[in-house]
């Protein structure tokens, strides 16, 4: 009998059998998600370093805001034709342990008022008040001054008869609402009181204020009082008190907006030295700053 071969070329010639396309889809299949699990590994880690990022600035920025409201307390500005040296503003700094009354939604001194206590389920937040003499010249577009810290014009404010003006700016912690991918989540803000109501003779005029968002994702800030020996010691309450007092320190408690990497419970430190837990997906973080007042002659 003749048998015929096929040509040894032929023989080899075959197709994948099941068991191997089986196995390749497979390896094909772990190393798609192998580099899924990177990629989106890398996203979220991004994303972390990027709100991390954000929040700091954020802190900062807030820090170095109140510095210059502080920095500017008490100027005043210097007029040649007074037969007298002048002196920084008197009452330039105030504030609250608790913050204001209704800062958020300020028509009168009233809401500007200091609370007695921090508002239950909220977290204790100081507030701070300065006040600084800015610039008034005329020009051919009219009659210029400086502005607060909403961009509304300084209070007119006369005293026999010499004309000043006046920025006055109630800087508070207030709460808003924000959007993101979790959903809607309530969070602290650093914001601001403008008073441009005119004063005549002591007297106040028609009330004038305006609120103003500052920064975000600020939870908390705490002001303590430094003396000249370096202590620090209570708010002052009477112009000798005042008299001693050499710098402000701040602290402010930053946190991240929007979601952030995979913390979860992780424990914090508030600006009061109180213990605080992170949601899933947030951090926090303290800053602080000691601001040395400049306007110090009068007190």
């Given at each position: 009998?003749?048998t015929r ?5 032929k ?5 994948v ?7 390749g ?10 580099a899924s699990?990177?990629h989106?590994?890398s996203?979220r880690?991004y ?6 990022s954000?929040m700091e600035e954020?802190?900062r920025f807030a820090l170095?805001l ?6 500017s307390?008490?100027f005043v500005?210097?007029d040649p034709t ?5 002196m920084?503003l ?11 009354v209704n800062a ?5 001194l009233?809401?500007?008022a200091?609370?007695t ?5 909220v ?9 600084y003499?800015t ?5 051919s577009?009219g009659?210029q001054?400086?502005f607060?810290?909403t ?15 006046e ?7 207030s709460t808003?609402s924000?959007?993101?991918?979790g959903?809607?989540k309530?969070m ?10 005119p ?7 028609t009330?004038s ?5 500052l ?17 620090l ?7 000798a ?19 952030a990497?995979?913390d979860?419970?992780t424990?914090?430190?508030d600006c009061?030295?109180n213990?605080?837990?992170?949601a899933p997906s947030?951090s926090?973080?303290?800053?602080r700053t ?9 007190l």
């Amino acid at each position: 009998m003749n048998t015929r071969h096929p040509p040894r070329g032929k023989r080899q010639n075959r197709g994948v059998t099941l068991i191997e396309l089986m196995v390749g889809i497979a390896i094909g299949l772990i190393v798609v998600a192998a580099a899924s699990a990177i990629h989106l590994y890398s996203k979220r880690s991004y994303s972390a370093v990027s709100e991390n990022s954000q929040m700091e600035e954020n802190g900062r920025f807030a820090l170095d805001l109140i510095t210059k409201y502080i920095q500017s307390a008490g100027f005043v500005m210097i007029d040649p034709t007074a037969p007298d040296a002048q002196m920084p503003l008197a009452d330039k700094l105030d504030g609250c342990a608790f913050g204001f009354v209704n800062a958020a939604a300020a028509t009168s001194l009233a809401d500007l008022a200091c609370r007695t206590a921090a508002p239950a389920g909220v977290m204790p937040s100081a507030s701070i008040v300065t006040r600084y003499e800015t610039d008034a010249f005329a020009s051919s577009a009219g009659k210029q001054q400086g502005f607060g810290c909403t961009n509304e014009a300084a209070a007119s404010k006369q005293k026999f008869g010499v004309q000043s003006y006046e920025a006055r700016a109630y800087v508070f912690i207030s709460t808003i609402s924000v959007q993101t991918p979790g959903g809607t989540k309530s969070m602290g803000q650093l914001s601001c009181v403008s008073d441009s109501t005119p004063v005549v003779d002591g007297v106040r005029g028609t009330a004038s204020f305006q609120v103003q968002p500052l920064v975000p994702g600020i939870e908390q800030l705490s002001v303590g009082y430094v003396s000249s020996k370096g202590a620090l010691v209570a708010k002052p309450t009477t112009t000798a008190a005042w008299q001693d007092i050499a710098a402000i320190e701040l602290c402010v408690l930053a946190r991240t907006i929007q979601t952030a990497g995979n913390d979860s419970g992780t424990q914090y430190t508030d600006c009061y030295g109180n213990s605080i837990s992170s949601a899933p997906s947030e951090s926090y973080r303290t800053l602080r700053t000691t601001v040395a007042l400049r306007n110090t002659a009068s007190l």
